[in-house]
């Protein structure tokens, strides 16, 4: 007869309500992972295995160059103003036709942002150590390997079977060969870190490192600086030999890095025409037109023993023929900490 009250029996069938806190918490979690994954995507966190890593940039340039003003260039001369000693290359008309079609191949070489983003810090030590603007630098190192590029840039000889490696060093004239007047000129810089074609001995004429910077000691001890102006046509020039094809070696070269100091480094822009045809005007042209007298000019009497190859013209390396580069000074810098 007795009964529960009606509301204890009513209360023991209503289930107690769930709790409120785990779904809080669940999405509590769910919104900081949302918020944490767009932070990461846009950081470069999240899907950084997809990306590159940063890139290097390139070098600041020192000084901006302006066009060359006519006729700044003195003739050929016997020998060098800063009284550095003559040696001359001499390549044959078939190397210097090759050469010829290499550089006109060369301006229109498509080399990938990445391959280059690993010269760039060379460049930069290259430029701090021997005070040489770090673009003449650069387009030397396209007119002789198209940035590395040319096949046959990291092994053997080059057709010439003379020179090798990213700049084109000769190691076959001499004693002592071009390569080994300089090729001690990584000690003055620090070595990056990482860089393509890292060699296991050093010097190597195919490390990156060590072939640059002991271009850019040459340069330096043609007495090249920061300014693009006579004294870089003359060593490009030297650079490669003392021939019409080393005119046009020396103003393409020195074009295109007035090019780009003015309008920006551009790995693949060729060079503007009017550009070569002004640094021609004023640098080319008074050696070519020597070098034409000279060969017009009516056989004379040989010279002395040891100085018939010195007459009429200044010292040159020759990419083509033989590199040369035996009697010359170079400034040896404070070697790097």
């Not at 007869?1 to 999405?27: D, G, I, K, N």
């Not at 301006?107 to 930069?124: D, H, K, L, N």
Request: with cysteine.
């Amino acid at each position: 007869m007795a009964l529960a009250p009606a509301p204890a029996r009513l209360e023991a069938h209503v289930p107690s309500p769930p709790a409120e806190r785990a779904p809080w918490l669940l999405a509590i979690a769910l919104g900081t992972l949302g918020v944490l994954a767009l932070v990461g995507a846009l950081s470069g966190v999240i899907g950084g295995s997809a990306r590159r890593a940063p890139a290097n940039n390139p070098p600041p340039v020192p000084l901006a160059a302006a066009l060359p003003a006519s006729g700044l260039l003195a003739p050929v001369a016997g020998k060098r103003a800063h009284g550095l000693a003559v040696i001359v290359g001499r390549p044959s008309a078939a190397q210097q036709s090759a050469d010829a079609r290499r550089f006109a191949g060369s301006s229109q070489a498509q080399i990938a942002t990445r391959w280059m983003e690993g010269f760039y810090p060379i460049y930069a030590v290259a430029q701090e150590t021997f005070a040489v603007n770090w673009l003449l630098l650069a387009s030397i190192h396209l007119q002789e390997s198209a940035f590395s590029t040319a096949p046959g840039t990291y092994r053997g000889l080059n057709f010439a079977h003379c020179c090798g490696g990213p700049m084109q060093f000769n190691v076959t004239n001499g004693p002592p060969s071009t390569w080994q007047l300089v090729s001690d000129s990584y000690r003055y810089g620090r070595r990056p870190a990482a860089y393509d074609h890292m060699t296991a001995a050093h010097p190597s004429i195919y490390d990156d490192f060590d072939s640059i910077m002991a271009a850019a000691r040459l340069l330096s001890a043609d007495g090249v600086e920061y300014r693009l102006d006579n004294r870089a046509w003359d060593a490009a020039y030297d650079y490669y030999g003392h021939d019409l094809t080393g005119v046009t070696y020396a103003d393409q070269v020195l074009a295109r890095a007035i090019g780009w100091s003015q309008h920006g480094f551009c790995i693949d822009c060729a060079v503007a025409p009017a550009l070569i045809e002004a640094v021609h005007a004023a640098y080319g042209a008074p050696v070519q037109q020597a070098l034409s007298s000279a060969a017009a000019a009516p056989a004379r009497r040989p010279a002395s023993a040891g100085s018939g190859a010195r007459a009429g013209v200044r010292r040159g390396r020759g990419a083509a023929g033989a590199r040369s580069g035996g009697g010359r000074r170079v400034r040896r810098p404070a070697p790097a900490p």
